[in-house]
């Protein structure tokens, strides 16, 4: 069974317990799919498939004529049905509610976030998946004095070295974000590692290496940090060991 399918099983059967968080939003929510755009409402829902962040579910009627939807069989014991969601020569899984089912979710389309080109709210490019709407990130200054030394050797040192910024961001610890200046990057190496946030951005790390041994990802920081995080670009944020 795809993962779809198994997501509408878990969803929509009578038997299932599975009630996610659904909530409404006007925001308007397009995708691209094979350089065209394949939807465009201000009717999405947001609905929390899992408990830490929200999927975009999209009305059916909110396709444009580009989009061809062909069905694949029923899931097992329950009428609702995955299908082929087409665009030129593109084609990805869709699931559709439908209209039989006891739910505010019939007539919506659940596409997977990776699935598609692009997405955007409003006129601004989302990645990686939907801001969570009861989800904050907070960047204020501080004069705190942070240092941090590992194996005998000190990777950062605020002192002397204004410009620290604290992070605070929903069900994390807080972040200290550092000037370069703090930091000793003669002892750190670019690693390869790559991570992402709808919050944040892309992320970028460093490697330690002291007496020739490598402490991995210890260092990282955002070159180009989405608007709300603007404050943090150009800072570089330290793991903090005990």
């Known amino acids: ?106 007539g919506y389309v659940k596409v997977d976030f990776g699935d598609l080109d692009a997405w955007y709210e409003e006129q601004e490019q989302i990645f990686y998946h939907p801001k969570n709407p009861f989800h904050r990130v907070d960047i204020l200054p501080s004069d705190r004095h942070v240092k941090v030394t590992l194996a005998g050797k000190t990777l950062a040192d605020t002192k002397d070295h204004p410009g620290l910024m604290t992070l605070w961001e929903t069900n994390f610890p807080g972040r200290f974000y550092l000037p370069q200046s703090a930091v000793d990057f003669s002892l750190l190496k670019a690693s390869n590692t790559k991570t992402g946030c709808p919050y944040k951005g892309e992320a970028s790390y460093y490697d330690a290496v002291i007496d020739g041994k490598e402490y991995k990802d210890v260092v990282w920081w955002y070159k180009e940090p989405t608007r709300e995080s603007e404050l943090i670009k150009g800072l570089v944020s330290v793991r903090l060991f005990d």
């Open 1 to 106: 069974m795809s993962r779809l399918a198994e997501l509408g099983s878990k969803l929509f059967h009578p038997n299932t317990d599975y009630r996610p968080k659904i909530v409404n939003t006007e925001r308007r929510v397009r995708g691209r799919l094979a350089d065209q755009w394949i939807f465009d409402t201000t009717s999405a829902k947001f609905v929390w498939e899992n408990p830490y962040f929200p999927q975009y579910w999209i009305p059916h009627a909110s396709f444009t004529s580009v989009a061809s939807f062909t069905a694949d069989a029923p899931i097992s014991g329950i009428e609702s049905s995955t299908s082929k969601l087409t665009v030129g020569d593109k084609t990805i899984p869709a699931l559709i509610v439908p209209d039989s089912l006891n739910t505010e979710l019939v």
